[in-house]
């Protein structure tokens, strides 16, 4: 997991061969002014989710404790503050039900290790071994999930 500002995303593009196309895409939108939505960026090897939805609580967020196999999500904040459970793939053992293939999810019944929070123009990058509980907090939570297959 990587947690930073979109201003420090250029020393993140060695990382990934993608990864320049995506946070490129991010700073050429106007974050504050996108509608929800999908947006497809290069095909199925990157697109992003736009939502704008009130915050869960702890609990609502732990019950969809997520991870992915085929994607690295870039969770970008554009409005608002997010709290963000996570725990390491490797210290989870209670999985929910089986992988699913169609929507590249795991889901777990473990609870986070920590919480930390983004606010506007942050993200976190979030790698397959990388459980995590977004989109906890009070209020409105505007953000972009860019998703990179790996």
Sequence with gaps: MIIDTLASRKKYY???????????YLQ??????????????????????????TGKTEEEAIAKFECHDLHIDIQVCM?????????????????????????????????????????????AIFFPEDVH???IGNGLIKKMVVKVKI
Excluded at 28 to 53: C, F, H, P, T, W
């Design 79 to 123: 409005k608002g503050e997010e709290k963000i459970g996570w725990k390491p793939r490797t210290k989870c053992f209670h999985q929910k039900e089986p992988y699913n293939a169609h929507k590249d999810v795991s889901f777990f019944d473990d609870v986070p290790d920590m919480y930390f929070k983004l606010r506007s123009d942050q993200f």
């Design 28 to 53: 050429k939108q106007n974050l504050e002014e996108m509608a929800e939505g999908n947006y497809e960026i290069d095909g199925d090897q990157l697109r992003a989710i736009v939502s704008e939805k």
């Design 133 to 135: 509980a977004p989109m």
């Design 14 to 24: 060695c990382i990934h061969p993608l990864f320049e196309n995506a946070f490129e």
